[in-house]
């Protein structure tokens, strides 16, 4: 009986460790999201080149000219010939992890 109770200790434990360990890179993204989303509403873009930039979705990484790094942080932006006009956004100092512009 005091393996069960002990098992149920550690679910009990680790289980919000464990959601808490997978749902903050979800965070992460979503504060990406709108910084890119800035950046969107900035911008020109007669070729509808940013169509897959939905601030509904919760993850920038699905998003046409987005890499992300394993844990699902923006690391690079690729718009290079897009034909785009705009300003950058200071919102873009929220991309911690970008790499490439």
Known sequence: MGGI???AVRVTVLLPLLLLH????LASSNSEGEALSALR????????????WDPNLVNPCTWFHI??????????????????????VPELGKLEHLQYL
Do not use: E
């Open 5 to 7: 109770c002990n098992l």
């Open 22 to 25: 997978l749902l903050l890179p």
């Open 41 to 52: 509403r900035s911008l020109s873009d007669p070729d509808n080149v940013l169509q897959s």
């Open 67 to 88: 890499t992300c790094d394993h844990n699902n942080r923006v690391t690079r932006l690729d718009l290079g010939n897009s034909n785009l006009s705009g300003h950058l």
